[in-house]
């Protein structure tokens, strides 16, 4: 009794419902000098179809010169053009049958009532309705969403195409409109009524021509691009009707709505329609011309919601191999669900080489030359994403083919226009490149750093060179630095080792330069020949590298232990916590560094 009940109810609500909403979207006709067709004179038969649900329309109206297009609303959420036309009404009911003829001068309509009296059971276990619905037992409906890990998941094509999925011009890679308001649209679909339900959370993505059209200038409100289309705020949840009707062959679903209803992206669904490419349990995959511009066909891939993908899974690890320091990256276990893949494997070793395989169970290996703690990322591309994996390969002595390779002469590290042998970076302040605020002698260079603290006492821009590089004092001890300021401003610069992490503060070694000109290019030297290790000159520690009065002639420290540089203005725990404080430096360069060669220069 339950679910006569519930058909009962169905049916009841069904008839209720009147299908006269028009959709918020209209053709245009082109100006012309055409008249307008004269509504007395326009007419269409209705005829009984192939049952006793299916009805046959047709144009019967003269030939009028100047038509452009014949188009029916069948009044069950449907909209058809062309001269002839199938309509389906599955449920008993009164129907406004609606055709519109449209000239190059103008338009006119003309309108039949239908009335129908039998009940098409079949929709209540037809797959394609239980699918998009949940069937009659899923009273809250079935929600979809855009499957944004899928390949494809938007797309668009050429609509001349016979064949055309919308595919072909454009395919969107997984997720590539990520923090924009496509991905958390949902879709619910209710077969009781036909209803169907929109909710953007407030935000929806339209394409450009979409937040431009003064039909819904009261509608999609605030537009900002983001990712080449725009974001729009609109107020949602909205409801309207939907259907399914099958012509030439091909499913078509037809959503009428007061305001916009659209999978993710709205691009201005023509007659707001999708025609259904595939329909199961959990995949809706969906094509439609756009009103707006007529050349092109998009495309739609949707998930349901509660539906969660079967993932690829694997392990990886990382091991050490038979040569000596070798390591081997391998990826194992592997579980690959029916349509998905492992696509491509990326070994990043950490010492600058990085290599792919394109089959996953290859083995990967690398050998390191120099000692060092190297951090290792894999990364494995699937069919749905990047999954990374990160390790660390420890390297306790140089390899026996190393050849340490050493410059006496200064090396230039970074001059933010060409060179960088690694970033740099800011550390509780702000440094970022910009233009030279003179390009004068010494210093022609197009583009520098600019640093600036607020309030920060040891705030530093920093360089950390990669795993296995080191800064080599034995042979030359200063470094050099381009730097543009205020007269009096002080700029230290420091080493540390930062292999002791949290500690490396207690590895360093500092010295301080006074800047002698106001804004005007100056060379800031730094002779670390008899700088002593931070603290060490007092006489006292509480950590275990030993006290150092000289880091350049002291082999524990002068190679294969600093590894950053870190420059700060005015740090003191007084006056340098205090204020804004600011200058511009370019040209950073010193001694060689250990494990690059010859080839880096």
Same mark, same amino acid.
């Given at each position: 009794?339950?679910?006569?009940?519930?058909?009962?109810?169905?049916?009841?609500?069904?008839?209720?419902?009147?299908?006269?909403?028009?959709?918020?979207?209209?053709?245009?006709?082109?100006?012309?000098?055409?008249?307008?067709?004269?509504?007395?004179?326009?007419?269409?038969?209705?005829?009984?179809?192939?049952?006793?649900?299916?009805?046959?329309?047709?144009?019967?109206?003269?030939?009028?010169?100047?038509?452009?297009?014949?188009?029916?609303?069948?009044?069950?959420?449907?909209?058809?053009?062309?001269?002839?036309?199938?309509?389906?009404?599955?449920?008993?009911?009164?129907?406004?049958?609606?055709?519109?003829?449209?000239?190059?001068?103008?338009?006119?309509?003309?309108?039949?009532?239908?009335?129908?009296?039998?009940?098409?059971?079949?929709?209540?276990?037809?797959?394609?309705?239980?699918?998009?619905?949940?069937?009659?037992?899923?009273?809250?409906?079935?929600?979809?969403?855009?499957?944004?890990?899928?390949?494809?998941?938007?797309?668009?094509?050429?609509?001349?195409?016979?064949?055309?999925?919308?595919?072909?011009?454009?395919?969107?890679?997984?997720?590539?409109?990520?923090?924009?308001?496509?991905?958390?649209?949902?879709?619910?679909?209710?077969?009781?009524?036909?209803?169907?339900?929109?909710?953007?959370?407030?935000?929806?993505?339209?394409?450009?021509?979409?937040?431009?059209?003064?039909?819904?200038?009261?509608?999609?409100?605030?537009?900002?691009?983001?990712?080449?289309?725009?974001?729009?705020?609109?107020?949602?949840?909205?409801?309207?009707?939907?259907?399914?009707?099958?012509?030439?062959?091909?499913?078509?679903?037809?959503?009428?709505?007061?305001?916009?209803?659209?999978?993710?992206?709205?691009?201005?669904?023509?007659?707001?329609?999708?025609?259904?490419?595939?329909?199961?349990?959990?995949?809706?995959?969906?094509?439609?011309?756009?009103?707006?511009?007529?050349?092109?066909?998009?495309?739609?891939?949707?998930?349901?919601?509660?539906?969660?993908?079967? !993932? +690829? #899974?694997? /392990?990886?690890?990382?091991?050490?191999?038979? @040569?000596?320091?070798? =390591?081997?990256?391998? $990826? %194992? *276990?592997?579980?690959?669900?029916?349509?998905?893949?492992?696509? !491509? +494997? #990326?070994? /990043?070793?950490?010492?600058?080489?990085?290599? @792919?395989?394109?089959? =996953?169970?290859?083995? $990967? %290996? *690398?050998?390191?030359?120099?000692?060092?703690?190297?951090?290792? !990322? +894999? #990364?494995?591309?699937?069919?749905?994403?990047?999954?990374?994996?990160?390790?660390?390969?420890?390297?306790?002595?140089?390899?026996?083919?190393?050849?340490?390779?050493?410059?006496?002469?200064? +090396?230039?590290?970074?001059?933010?226009?060409?060179?960088?042998?690694?970033?740099?970076?800011?550390?509780?302040?702000?440094?970022?490149?910009?233009?030279?605020?003179?390009?004068?002698?010494?210093?022609?260079?197009?583009?520098?750093?600019?640093?600036?603290?607020?309030?920060?006492?040891?705030?530093?821009?920093?360089?950390?060179?990669?795993?296995?590089?080191?800064?080599?004092?034995?042979?030359?001890?200063?470094?050099?630095?381009?730097?543009?300021?205020?007269?009096?401003?002080?700029?230290?610069?420091?080493?540390?080792?930062?292999?002791?992490?949290?500690?490396?503060?207690?590895?360093?070694?500092?010295?301080?330069?006074?800047?002698?000109?106001?804004?005007?290019?100056?060379?800031?030297?730094?002779?670390?020949?008899?700088?002593?290790?931070?603290?060490?000159?007092?006489?006292?520690?509480?950590?275990?590298?030993?006290?150092?009065?000289?880091?350049?002639?002291?082999?524990?420290?002068?190679?294969?232990?600093?590894?950053?540089?870190?420059?700060?203005?005015?740090?003191?725990?007084?006056?340098?916590?205090?204020?804004?404080?600011?200058?511009?430096?370019?040209?950073?360069?010193?001694?060689?560094?250990?494990?690059?060669?010859?080839?880096?220069?």
């Amino acid at each position: 009794m339950k679910n006569k009940r519930y058909f009962g109810l169905i049916w009841i609500s069904m008839l209720a419902i009147l299908f006269a909403c028009e959709p918020y979207m209209d053709d245009k006709p082109d100006a012309g000098i055409v008249p307008a067709p004269d509504a007395s004179t326009l007419d269409f038969s209705i005829a009984p179809g192939d049952d006793a649900y299916h009805y046959n329309l047709e144009y019967l109206s003269p030939q009028i010169n100047g038509i452009k297009t014949v188009s029916f609303n069948l009044g069950n959420n449907s909209k058809v053009t062309g001269e002839e036309a199938v309509g389906y009404y599955p449920l008993p009911g009164d129907y406004t049958i609606t055709m519109t003829v449209k000239t190059n001068g103008g338009e006119a309509s003309v309108s039949k009532s239908l009335t129908t009296t039998e009940t098409d059971y079949s929709i209540f276990t037809d797959p394609k309705y239980v699918f998009l619905t949940g069937g009659v037992d899923d009273l809250d409906g079935k929600t979809w969403v855009v499957d944004a890990e899928t390949k494809g998941h938007f797309g668009v094509g050429d609509a001349n195409l016979a064949d055309g999925v919308g595919l072909d011009w454009w395919s969107a890679d997984p997720f590539v409109k990520e923090g924009t308001g496509a991905y958390d649209d949902e879709l619910t679909f209710y077969l009781n009524g036909f209803e169907i339900k929109y909710d953007n959370k407030g935000v929806s993505y339209v394409k450009g021509y979409m937040k431009d059209d003064p039909a819904l200038a009261n509608v999609y409100l605030n537009p900002r691009q983001n990712k080449d289309d725009y974001d729009v705020d609109y107020d949602t949840p909205v409801t309207g009707t939907w259907s399914i009707t099958e012509r030439n062959g091909k499913l078509y679903l037809g959503i009428n709505s007061e305001t916009p209803i659209a999978p993710g992206l709205d691009v201005g669904a023509l007659n707001n329609e999708y025609e259904i490419l595939n329909i199961s349990e959990n995949y809706l995959e969906l094509a439609c011309f756009s009103a707006y511009e007529n050349w092109t066909k998009w495309h739609f891939f949707l998930r349901n919601k509660e539906y969660e993908k079967p !993932k +690829v #899974t694997f /392990d990886v690890a990382l091991d050490a191999g038979t @040569e000596i320091n070798e =390591y081997q990256v391998s $990826v %194992s *276990n592997a579980d690959i669900p029916a349509g998905q893949s492992i696509d !491509k +494997v #990326t070994v /990043d070793f950490g010492d600058g080489t990085v290599k @792919e395989t394109m089959s =996953y169970t290859d083995v $990967v %290996s *690398n050998v390191y030359m120099r000692k060092g703690t190297y951090p290792v !990322k +894999v #990364t494995v591309t699937t069919s749905v994403g990047d999954e990374e994996s990160t390790f660390s390969a420890v390297i306790a002595e140089n390899h026996p083919d190393y050849v340490p390779f050493l410059l006496a002469e200064q +090396v230039l590290y970074v001059d933010f226009t060409e060179v960088q042998l690694a970033p740099v970076s800011g550390e509780d302040c702000d440094v970022f490149v910009t233009d030279n605020p003179s390009r004068i002698y010494p210093n022609k260079s197009s583009k520098v750093a600019f640093y600036s603290k607020t309030d920060q006492a040891w705030a530093n821009a920093n360089m950390q060179l990669p795993a296995g590089y080191r800064f080599d004092l034995r042979q030359a001890h200063t470094f050099k630095l381009m730097v543009y300021g205020k007269a009096g401003d002080e700029v230290l610069l420091k080493l540390e080792n930062t292999d002791k992490g949290g500690d490396a503060w207690q590895t360093g070694t500092e010295l301080r330069y006074t800047i002698q000109q106001d804004e005007a290019w100056e060379i800031a030297e730094f002779n670390f020949e008899g700088a002593a290790v931070q603290a060490g000159a007092e006489g006292w520690k509480w950590w275990s590298d030993p006290v150092s009065y000289d880091v350049a002639n002291d082999d524990y420290y002068n190679h294969d232990f600093y590894n950053i540089i870190r420059i700060m203005l005015n740090a003191n725990e007084s006056g340098g916590n205090v204020g804004t404080h600011e200058f511009y430096f370019d040209e950073l360069a010193g001694p060689h560094v250990e494990g690059l060669k010859s080839a880096s220069f």
